[in-house]
């Protein structure tokens, strides 16, 4: 069965930083494209970053060179570096690849 499970979300203060990880397991290949999205409350989740299998990545503007999305495929493993994170940073994290998706991991930015 095709599962992911994100870690290393937390609490911290506004100007630090976290690096999250997406945990792939159960599909027969690692040719997905590997997906972050967060869900602030009361708000839609919000499309983040993507990469390839080979590497190519995608950001949506807003992160404006802040977050850094990457892979190892031998570890079947994305992970998203978050710089610099401020109060609006605040949401649950996902990662999703094909129709799957992670149960989500909190951020919160707080002093």
């Known amino acids: 069965q095709e599962q992911l499970v994100e870690s290393g979300g937390g609490l911290v203060q506004p100007g630090g930083s976290l690096t999250l990880s997406c945990l792939a397991s159960g599909f027969v290949d690692n040719t997905y494209v590997m997906r972050w999205y967060r869900q602030a409350p009361g708000k839609l989740r919000q499309f983040i970053a993507s990469i390839t299998s080979d590497g190519k990545t995608l950001y949506l503007d807003f992160i404006q060179g802040r977050f850094t999305i990457s892979r190892d495929n031998a570890k079947n493993t994305a992970y998203l570096q978050m710089n610099t994170l401020a109060e609006e940073d605040t949401a649950i994290y996902y990662c999703?690849?094909?129709?799957?998706w992670g149960r989500g991991t909190q951020v919160t930015v707080s002093s």
């Open positions: 999703n690849a094909r129709r799957v």
